[in-house]
């Protein structure tokens, strides 16, 4: 159904796209985080959108380096060892969910974010050059549709294991007492830790399985080697509007699904479980189908204008989520992921594309934009706090989207050369 990976890189294209698969989990999990240590640590949501500023500035931090251990090391030991830190930061959660100290949780945020980033910018142009130019993009939509499972998981499993589904208003809690109400807080900021115990161990089975794999040599054009300043390669035109471009699209996927709990609540007074058993569940799968459709479709329909459907679509419910308010709004706020799920990669094709011995450095640049989700979430809340209103941080969104748009209609005729 997908003919882009030759035989010879089967074994390693699986074992990479799994990669995928992990930092997609974390995510996801982090989308949970930021609705329950508004509970389980007593913070507002502008303090605990801070969980997403420490992830994604981890991503802003690691790239260039990444892209300087792969010329040293290659593509393979960069990955294992952006697994073995992926490890620590889930670890370190383990003593910051009994400590409840929220300086701790933000640490192993971090460092999570600073191993996903070293495997965002090895195994995307790995995937990417791993076979025929032509097939870069719907190769790399296909490895990215794992991401896309992680995303259903993400919520499914989130919603069970770190929300009680246990809330109290601030009436209830003053009637409770100090002594109750802190019991109920270390209660929910212990559950924490066992998802990333798990998270932990799962990076470190994954970590091993790769080390022990032989990964077959690549075409030398497109081999990790050579000098010069990283920076030389931002004198491309198209590497620098994906650069941009990636930003924003990340910015507002991420805005999109740490927030969308607390806009269903907003909207139509959705309980937490529910928002994200039903709701943000339902986001995740639809992000996940039009991951797999959308590597299906770009087999005969061209990647930019795609990119441009997609995102023209995202632009009008976004809108539509900012208007029309309760249960109408909530879906058309979930039916943008369907839209935005071939986003990421077919935007890190195109600014990869023909780049060569430079094309780590490019890569490091475009993970390195995926820090746009630092700066757009905490965006929203703070619109959210000054009108009053979450449902109109959408037109943020809006904007976003429109940026994308650009980009798929003049980055095919941007030289990368």
Same mark, same amino acid.
């Given at each position: 159904m997908f003919p882009v990976v030759e035989r010879r890189y089967a074994v390693a294209f699986a074992l990479t796209a799994t990669l995928f698969f992990s930092w997609g989990l974390a995510s996801q999990f982090n989308d949970l985080l930021l609705h329950h240590f508004q509970k389980a640590l007593d913070l507002t949501r502008t303090q605990a959108s801070l969980t997403q500023f420490s992830f994604y500035i981890g991503y802003f931090c690691a790239p260039l380096p990444a892209a300087i251990i792969i010329r040293r090391v290659g593509y393979k030991k960069t990955m294992v060892i952006g697994l073995a830190l992926f490890a620590i930061g889930a670890f370190l959660f383990v003593p910051a969910a009994h400590l409840r100290i929220y300086g701790v949780f933000l640490a192993g945020l971090y460092i999570i974010a600073i191993g996903a980033g070293f495997l965002e910018t090895s195994a995307n142009p790995y995937i990417a050059i791993l076979g025929d130019p032509a097939t870069a993009s719907p190769r790399l939509n296909f490895a990215q549709a794992f991401n896309g499972v992680a995303t259903v998981l993400g919520p499914l499993v989130g919603g069970y294991v770190i929300f009680s589904g246990v809330e109290y208003s601030p009436a209830q809690q003053a009637a409770m007492g100090p002594a109750a109400v802190d019991a109920w807080r270390a209660h929910e900021a212990a559950a924490v830790g066992p998802? $990333?115990? #798990?998270? +932990?161990?799962?990076?470190?089975?994954?970590?091993?399985?790769?080390?022990? %794999?032989?990964? /077959? /040599?690549?075409?030398?054009?497109?081999?990790?080697?050579?000098?010069?300043? /990283?920076?030389? =390669?931002? *004198? *491309?035109?198209? =590497?620098? $509007?994906?650069?941009?471009?990636?930003?924003?699209? #990340? +910015?507002?996927?991420? +805005? %999109?699904?740490?927030?969308?709990?607390?806009?269903?609540?907003?909207?139509?007074? =959705?309980?937490?479980?529910?928002?994200?058993?039903?709701?943000?569940?339902?986001?995740?799968?639809?992000?996940?189908?039009?991951?797999? #459709?959308?590597?299906?479709?770009?087999? %005969?329909?061209?990647?930019?204008?795609?990119? #441009?459907?997609?995102?023209?679509?995202?632009?009008?419910?976004?809108?539509?989520?900012?208007?029309?308010? +309760?249960?109408?709004?909530i879906w058309a706020l979930v039916a943008t992921s369907f839209f935005m799920s071939i986003m990421f990669p077919t935007i890190f094709a195109l600014g990869l594309e023909n780049l060569g011995h430079q094309t780590e450095f490019a890569s490091s640049f475009i993970v390195m934009a995926i820090s746009g989700a630092a700066v757009i979430p905490p965006l929203m809340a703070a619109f959210a706090g000054v009108t009053g209103a979450l449902h109109w941080s959408m037109l943020i969104l809006a904007l976003c989207y429109a940026v994308v748009v650009s980009f798929g209609i003049f980055a095919p005729r941007l030289k990368t050369t």
């Open positions: 998802p $990333y115990l #798990v998270l +932990g161990i799962l990076m470190v089975v994954i970590a091993t399985a790769i080390a022990l %794999t032989r990964y /077959p /040599p690549l075409r030398p054009e497109v081999t990790p080697q050579g000098a010069g300043s /990283p920076f030389a =390669v931002l *004198k *491309k035109p198209r =590497v620098l $509007y994906a650069v941009i471009a990636q930003f924003f699209y #990340v +910015g507002a996927q991420v +805005g %999109t699904w740490s927030l969308l709990v607390d806009f269903a609540q907003e909207a139509a007074h =959705v309980p937490e479980r529910t928002g994200a058993q039903v709701y943000l569940e339902a986001t995740m799968i639809a992000f996940c189908v039009g991951r797999f #459709v959308g590597a299906w479709l770009q087999r %005969t329909i061209n990647p930019p204008r795609q990119l #441009v459907l997609y995102a023209g679509c995202n632009m009008v419910l976004c809108v539509l989520a900012a208007t029309l308010g +309760g249960f109408p709004g």
